[in-house]
């Protein structure tokens, strides 16, 4: 049984960086897909960011495109979402995610989340 637990997250202000961290357990992810979900007091859990589990392959939400950058270090099992140029609207728990079927983007894991906090 996989596990996802990430960290990173914080208090920055608007313009700041953080990058997260999905460090996975009891099982490798190397030959998964993961993804970046994030969910804000009062709305639905949105997407934020995709990987292959090749690492060749990227996706963005339009609202984060060109400031965030997700990657992937298969050696540590680690995921990461470097996130740039922070704006309060990016205030949200962040969630990471893995999908075994390589063929699709199905996720069967779901870490607890992690606070981030953009203050302007």
């Known amino acids: 049984q996989v596990q996802l637990v990430e960290s990173g997250g914080g208090l920055v202000q608007a313009g700041g960086s953080l990058r997260l961290s999905c460090a996975a357990s009891g099982g490798t992810v190397s030959n998964s897909n993961m993804g970046w979900f994030r969910q804000a007091p009062g709305k639905e859990r949105e997407f934020v960011a995709r990987?292959?589990?090749?690492?060749?392959?990227?996706n963005y939400a339009n609202s984060v495109k060109g400031r965030f950058t997700i990657s992937r270090d298969n050696a540590k099992n680690t995921v990461y979402l470097q996130m740039n140029t922070l704006k309060p609207e990016d205030t949200a728990v962040y969630y990471c995610?893995?999908?075994?079927?390589?063929?699709?983007?199905?996720?069967?894991?779901w870490g607890q989340g992690t606070q981030v906090t953009v203050s302007s």
């Open positions: 995610a893995a999908s075994t079927d390589r063929a699709r983007y199905d996720y069967d894991y």
């Open positions: 990987i292959s589990w090749t690492g060749v392959f990227k």
